[in-house]
């Protein structure tokens, strides 16, 4: 019963480097999100996925792009790390769609704790 | 734009007591609105989600209420107990079909159930 699981739960990287988080949901579901979260300022919406092959930007997505690799996967990368990405980074799921499925919640992972130095 | 705003931010109180917790939106054109609950290092778990066309929900101890036209959501907690003691998030979502929706959240209350 695994849910939302990602990876790395930790990560300490230097400024300028780049790295992949990655974001796998065993629920069958359409939509996934990509969010941060940071003291002060709650979680805010980075990137979204309707569905297989679509994705969207949220509130703040500048210096990230994602990759909806499949149904399951959906991965977030920072192409040249800033201090300013130091952040809590969660992923989300939702089963989407219309009707019956569009008022289901969101499902979370524990998160991933970046550090950029 | 879509702003949530929770009060208070904090609150601590004597096991058994039941409290309300405070959430408030400026777009009434919301979907559904959900509230979570987050313990320390770990992620979110939904609690309760409020349909746009409903007035509350409630799952065992919790209730969570919306007025659309007054921008307010409460979540009732009965009985409190030292186990409810983490941050609790409301959140808004407002779009309204193809299930895409982000959602909106506010900052949390930070809640202590005292033994």
């Known amino acids: 019963n695994a849910g939302v699981t990602q990876t790395p739960k930790f990560q300490v990287l230097k400024t300028g480097q780049s790295m992949t988080l990655q974001c796998a949901q065993d629920m069958n579901h359409n939509s996934m999100y990509w969010y941060r979260q940071d003291p002060g300022m709650g979680l805010r919406l980075i990137y979204y996925?309707?569905?297989?092959?679509?994705?969207d930007k949220g509130e703040v997505p500048n210096g990230y792009n994602v990759s909806r690799l499949n149904k399951r996967e959906f991965s977030l990368r920072l192409e040249s790390a800033a201090p300013s990405q130091t952040s809590v980074y969660f992923c989300?799921?939702?089963?989407?769609?219309?009707?019956?499925?569009?008022?289901?919640?969101?499902?979370f992972g524990d998160g991933t704790r970046l550090s950029i130095l | 734009k879509q702003e949530v705003t929770q009060i208070p931010a904090a609150l601590s109180v004597p096991e058994g007591e039941n409290l309300v917790l405070n959430c408030s939106f400026t777009d009434s054109a919301i979907y559904n609105l959900q509230w979570f609950r987050q313990d320390p290092g770990k992620g979110l778990t939904s609690l309760l989600l409020?349909?746009?066309?409903?007035r509350e929900q409630t799952s065992g101890r919790l209730n969570a209420s919306l007025d659309k036209s007054s921008g307010r959501s409460t979540l009732y907690i009965a009985a409190s107990q030292p186990g409810d003691s983490a941050t609790y998030l409301c959140?808004?979502?407002?779009?309204?079909?193809?299930?895409?929706?982000?959602?909106?959240f506010g900052k949390g209350t930070h809640l202590i159930i005292q033994p």
């Open positions: 959140a808004g979502s407002g779009y309204s079909g193809g299930g895409a929706d982000g959602l909106t």
């Open positions: 996925s309707a569905s297989e092959g679509t994705t």
């Open positions: 989300a799921s939702r089963p989407g769609g219309t009707g019956v499925y569009s008022n289901q919640p969101q499902h």
């Open positions: 409020i349909q746009s066309s409903q």
